[in-house]
């Protein structure tokens, strides 16, 4: 396995090959982002992770500064799972001012793009600079970040990319939290309490399934319910799992999305749910 840490290294180093699988992250890895790269190997003969962490997503009140970072730690979870490990500087992505972005789709605007105005626009420019660094076959992310995935999926069909998107089944945790980075910053008692957000999606899910459709009172109810226990709720929301749009009847495949801060931390969760099932 090799880090590389400057673009040219990198385009000289996988300029012999073909058939390039990618998963870009902010590092700090857990299981969620090894199976990623566990995938990846079935869609690729060289795997390439990026670790990243991109100035541009996050805004002037958010954890950039606290994100962690972990590099040497990633790597020794990288070793044969991998086989180049992108690790740029800032200064390296961005030796110019940023002044060309990539505008996202609308849709960008709601769910978590209305808590983190900006966000959405920092991340497409860093997935574009990053997938044009690296010119893979294939690029996978998370499921977990679910308004993320779907708009990189309108990002690269809308922009003609030679790139094919797998998305990748979100891990949680034995108590069903989904796996994530920001995990680390919950106390223990937060810790304890962060399971509920999930059991509220499964909740939620169950009565789709046996049959409710009114999804107004079953999203007011989850924020409710959440509220009551001392979480600061973002949204809960029903939606179309192919536009992301209100799920308002026609389309069977939907998924439940949340985003909601216990404390300081904000956790994000998702479940599909088909109504053909
Ligand atoms: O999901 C992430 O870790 C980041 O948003 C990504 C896709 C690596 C872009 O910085």
Redesign the pocket.
């Given at each position: 396995m090799q880090v590389i840490t400057t673009i040219a290294q990198l385009r000289a180093r996988l300029s012999v090959e073909r058939a390039i699988a990618f998963v870009?992250?902010?590092g700090n890895l857990h299981e969620g982002h090894l199976n990623l790269m566990r995938q990846a190997r079935e869609h690729g003969d060289c795997v390439v992770a990026s670790i990243?962490v991109?100035p541009l997503?996050f805004g002037p009140n958010e954890d950039f500064d606290q994100y962690p970072r972990t590099l040497d730690a990633d790597c020794v979870k990288l070793q044969g799972l991998v086989d180049v490990v992108f690790a740029p500087v800032v200064n390296e992505m961005y030796p110019l001012q940023q002044t060309v972005f990539v505008e996202p789709p609308p849709v960008a605007n709601e769910l978590c793009g209305a808590a983190r105005p900006g966000h959405f626009r920092g991340?497409a420019t860093?997935?574009l600079k990053l997938l044009n660094i690296v010119q893979p076959r294939v690029a996978l992310?998370g499921k977990k970040?679910y308004q993320?995935l779907h708009i990189i999926r309108q990002l690269t069909a809308q922009l003609n990319l030679p790139v094919r998107i797998v998305g990748g089944e979100t891990v949680r945790a034995v108590d069903g939290l989904a796996l994530s980075s920001r995990n680390q910053y919950l106390s223990e008692a937060e810790r304890n309490e962060a399971v509920f957000l999930n059991q509220t999606l499964q909740a939620m899910r169950l009565s789709v399934l046996q049959g409710v459709r009114d999804f107004e009172q079953l999203q007011q109810q989850a924020v409710q319910a959440l509220a009551d226990r001392g979480w600061q709720v973002d949204y809960v929301a029903i939606r179309n799992q192919s536009d992301l749009q209100p799920a308002s009847g026609g389309q069977r495949d939907l998924v439940i999305l949340a985003a909601a801060r216990l404390g300081k931390t904000r956790l994000l969760d998702n479940v599909e749910v088909s109504l053909d099932a």
């Open positions: 870009p992250t902010m990243f991109n997503q991340m860093v997935v992310f970040d993320q």
